[in-house]
């Protein structure tokens, strides 16, 4: 508060400072006390008028009082501030016509309390924000023990362990002491053990840390590096309607006992790590149930089947994605005498939705494949089933059933509104497939033209989604990649091997497209060894993929 004037008599005595509503103290040019009022007399018990200042005041008045009277000190004047006993002080001073120093204190115990309270609650909501950050930074549920378990020994407590509800007869946990180094175990301890532990990991509500014996705490619990404790909180980690978990907070016996409000700021960050940690275990098994549902759907490694090559590739329409609307599969015939039948597809639509009906075209031809030297029959009976299903989904295949006899592949290939398979022969022509017919799953009645063809050693035969020829990209970004394009890039793929074959039709495609937008893409190549070969790689076993 600023000083008011000070007459040329206020050094006179004491009786002249006894009716001020102020705490007032004054100091002679000498350094001794010259008066003090009755409010300020309960501040300074020791004070006697005569003597040295420094010998009745508190240390941080005297060091102000020498500031202010060293004229080299620019900072002199400002007000100081300090505690006399359980108050809070600010003390501002101002000097009397006679040289005298008059210190005016004010009591800003209030104000000061209400700073701390402020200060500390900023402090706890950036705690908060850089816990959700950091917990939030990563769907990991391994992770997310080890933050939680790092962030409430750096802010709530000397250790902390974070235990996860028990698997049969093993808790595991993650514990952090004053190091900072997160140390994760498996131990076999019944939770009930500690107390108010087995009810955390049920979600029931936390016990208050004044009921917990700290000697009661067993060994497990202990981190080896922190010594005595002094001070045990448990409370539980709120999941996804299943707790996810329990947090034990420790201090050490030299260190103050867990507060009410540090009690309840800890269940505030246990909220936010327990909801992370759930959904970091929520993401796993979604997860978990994702890779099962894909295994079937994720393209196979083709090699050789029955002596012939065989190589695929597929890019999805979103770059994200993994499945989508084109797929292939590869069904080995018996022996290296019977066929086998390759089949590519195109499903009307994109993403996941489509995938779904890919997968009901792929199981529905799986179980057609007894039937599968009748192409035509084939694709009736797979398009009344696909017309007798909820989806109204359409799609166009091709069919290819591929033998090797001698050193020559022989094909019969049958479109179903697919895009007709094209022919590279040893010289670099390439040729058409002569076959035509109607999409599946739209009209009653389908039909289709069966095609045959032989390969001669080096030539391939290219199976392929419209994805392709319709990809829109080239140096203005609006133009049809097309099909004479795609006959131009398999001209000079004569007498290369399978994988060569499709990775060089994938490469102009995506070159084409650049960071464009497109449709699936999927491509299949049957070619003709150069050679003659051992046998088959895993000529027995359905090769799938789906996307």
């Not at 010998?55 to 060091?63: I, K, M, P, R, S």
């Not at 090559?309 to 599969?329: C, H, K, Q, T």
């Not at 069966?450 to 035969?461: D, F, M, R, W, Y």
Request: with cysteine.
């Amino acid at each position: 508060m600023p000083a008011p004037p000070v007459g040329a008599d206020a050094g006179a005595g004491w009786r002249s400072w006894r009716s001020v509503p102020h705490p007032v103290l004054v100091i002679s040019p000498s350094g001794a006390v010259r008066a003090v009022s009755d409010v300020a007399a309960p501040l300074f018990p020791d004070l006697r008028a005569g003597a040295p200042y420094g010998e009745a005041v508190a240390g941080w008045l005297a060091d102000a009082h020498r500031r202010f009277t060293d004229p080299l000190c620019p900072e002199g004047d400002e007000p100081a501030r300090g505690s006399l006993g359980e108050r809070s002080f600010e003390a501002r001073p101002s000097r009397a016509e006679n040289g005298d120093v008059v210190w005016w204190l004010a009591d800003d115990t209030a104000r000061r309390a209400a700073e701390d309270a402020l200060r500390a609650e900023r402090e706890r909501t950036a705690f908060l924000a850089q816990a959700s950050t950091e917990l939030l930074a990563s769907l990991n549920v391994d992770r997310c023990l080890e933050v939680t378990a790092r962030l409430a020994t750096q802010y709530l407590a000397d250790a902390a362990v974070v235990v996860t509800p028990p698997a049969g007869r093993r808790l595991a946990m993650s514990f952090c002491g004053p190091d900072r180094q997160v140390v994760r175990d498996k131990v076999v301890a019944d939770p009930a053990s500690v107390p108010g532990l087995a009810e955390a990991l049920q979600g029931f509500p936390p016990v208050p840390s004044r009921w917990i014996d700290p000697a009661a705490v067993p060994d497990w619990v202990r981190p080896s590096a922190l010594g005595e404790i002094g001070s045990v909180a448990v409370t539980p980690l709120p999941g996804h309607g299943v707790a996810a978990g329990a947090l034990i907070l420790l201090r050490r016996s030299d260190h103050a006992a867990f507060s009410e409000s540090e009690e309840t700021f800890a269940r505030l960050f246990a909220a936010r790590a327990g909801a992370a940690m759930s959904a970091a275990r929520l993401y796993a098994e979604q997860a978990a149930i994702t890779r099962t549902l894909m295994r079937e759907l994720l393209p196979p490694r083709l090699e050789q089947v029955s002596g012939v090559e065989l190589a695929g590739g597929y890019r999805a329409s979103n770059d994200s994605d993994r499945v989508g609307g084109d797929f292939y599969d590869v069904h080995a015939g018996a022996g290296p005498d019977e066929e086998s039948l390759v089949v590519l597809g195109d499903v009307c639509g994109k993403g996941l939705e489509a995938a779904v009906q890919t997968g009901k075209i792929r199981n529905t031809l799986h179980a057609l494949l007894p039937l599968a030297t009748d192409h035509q029959r084939v694709l009736r009976l797979l398009n009344g089933a696909l017309l007798d299903s909820e989806h109204t989904r359409f799609a166009t295949l091709v069919l290819a059933s591929v033998v090797r006899r001698g050193g020559t592949v022989r094909l019969r290939v049958t479109s179903a509104g697919h895009p007709a398979p094209l022919v590279v022969r040893a010289d670099g022509r390439v040729e058409e497939a002569d076959t035509r017919g109607s999409l599946v799953g739209a009209l009653p009645e389908v039909t289709s033209t069966t095609a045959s063809l032989a390969l001669a050693p080096g030539e391939s035969c290219l199976l392929y989604t419209d994805g392709i020829t319709e990809a829109v990209g080239g140096p203005m970004g609006d133009e049809l990649f097309g099909e004479e394009r795609l006959r131009s890039a398999l001209s000079e793929c004569a007498g290369l091997p399978a994988d060569a074959v499709v990775e060089r039709v994938r490469m102009l495609a995506a070159q084409w497209v650049g960071t464009g937008r497109h449709d699936d893409m999927a491509v299949v190549a049957i070619t003709a060894p150069p050679h003659a070969h051992l046998g088959a790689v895993d000529g027995h076993t359905p090769g799938r993929y789906t996307a």
